[in-house]
């Protein structure tokens, strides 16, 4: 039997909702069609797929390791459509992609490059803010997908992780001694730059001391990734930053990295998308998010990002 496309995708949409009836609704068929076309695949791959029973859809390994190839599969074609001009024409607009600013100064511009590679005539519309106002305008419908710190975990978005940053203490070699290593206290005892108190960062930087009121006379806040490398270059105090957003001022020396007995958290990026039923090309979209973050990572130093 010829493998169709509608079947492929059948098995990602039913993998994804976890739901026959959904999944139904969502490609607008019936149940017994999308039973029939899960068991044709399972009888050219003399295997099963799922497990269900009452209440309970699972994939078995065999599902998963399908799934992904599946999800390969449709994301080349959608590739091959925009290459031969059928994917330009198709493609709705705008989409409107919100980020923090350590994806956005790192691996956005690949993502945003390989849309328009595959669908030059996209609009695309970049908002770069924090994480509180990126997940409060995605609930507004403000945006189509968000690449922040924390979930959106409203009824109808689904949230996964699209890479997880290590956060590395630095600092001018003006303010601090590269070949020291600093116990928690020590470090406190220096300026701290970080985010404001409000934000999704300072929630990672403050329980890393146990006690705000330590940070409370030596704190300076600011709302900008780049403001804040800045500030460390010219030595007004020492800050925990992505590593993946200083590696060329670690490699000029313009900073050095902290060795702290303690360390400190990796940074997960998490993605939040709307689940609605009419969001086709969102999904592709998603599915391009996770390959270009895959890629991205596997170019740099994996001690700095990773897929979780």
């Given at each position: 039997?010829?493998?169709?496309?509608?079947?492929?995708?059948?098995?990602?949409?039913?993998?994804?909702?976890?739901?026959?009836?959904?999944?139904?609704?969502?490609?607008?068929?019936t149940q017994p069609a999308i039973s029939s076309r899960l068991a044709a695949i399972e009888r050219e791959f003399a295997c099963r797929l799922?497990?269900?029973?009452?209440?309970?859809?699972?994939?078995?390994?065999?599902?998963?390791?399908?799934?992904?190839?599946?999800?390969?599969?449709?994301?080349?074609?959608?590739?091959?459509?925009?290459?031969?001009?059928?994917?330009?024409?198709?493609?709705p607009g705008p989409i409107r992609i919100g980020a923090i600013d350590s994806v956005s100064s790192t691996w956005m511009p690949l993502l945003i490059d390989s849309l328009h590679q595959t669908f030059p005539n996209l609009k695309i519309e970049m908002t770069v803010d924090g994480t509180k106002p990126l997940v409060t305008g995605m609930r507004k419908g403000d945006f189509d997908l968000v690449f922040c710190l924390h979930p959106v975990l409203d009824d109808g978005f689904r949230n996964y992780t699209a890479c997880v940053f290590q956060m590395?203490?630095?600092?001018?070699?003006?303010?601090?001694?590269?070949?020291?290593?600093?116990?928690?206290?020590?470090?406190?005892?220096?300026?701290?730059?970080?985010?404001?108190?409000?934000?999704?960062?300072?929630?990672?930087?403050?329980?890393?001391?146990?006690?705000?009121?330590v940070l409370a006379s030596k704190l300076t806040?600011?709302?900008?990734?780049?403001a804040i490398i800045n500030l460390l270059i010219d030595g007004f105090g020492v800050g925990a930053v992505p590593s993946v957003t200083i590696s060329?001022?670690?490699?000029?020396?313009?900073?050095?990295?902290?060795k702290v007995a303690k360390r400190f958290p990796p940074m997960p990026i998490i993605a939040s998308y709307q689940a609605s039923t009419q969001q086709d090309f969102i999904r592709r979209v998603v599915r391009r998010a996770r390959a270009t973050a895959e890629h991205y990572c596997a170019k740099v130093n994996p001690a700095h990002a990773w897929i979780d």
């Open positions: 039997m010829a493998m169709r496309i509608v079947d492929m995708k059948t098995f990602v949409v039913l993998a994804r909702n976890r739901h026959f009836g959904r999944t139904a609704e969502e490609l607008n068929t799922v497990e269900r029973g009452e209440g309970r859809f699972a994939l078995t390994l065999d599902g998963e390791h399908v799934l992904r190839h599946f999800e390969t599969i449709l994301d080349n074609v959608e590739t091959l459509r925009g290459e031969i001009g059928e994917g330009a024409s198709h493609a590395t203490w630095a600092g001018s070699p003006k303010l601090i001694d590269p070949d020291r290593t600093y116990s928690v206290a020590a470090l406190a005892d220096m300026p701290i730059i970080s985010f404001p108190k409000d934000s999704a960062p300072y929630q990672m930087v403050a329980p890393y001391f146990h006690d705000e009121q806040s600011c709302n900008s990734l780049y060329r001022e670690l490699s000029s020396g313009l900073l050095h990295p902290i």
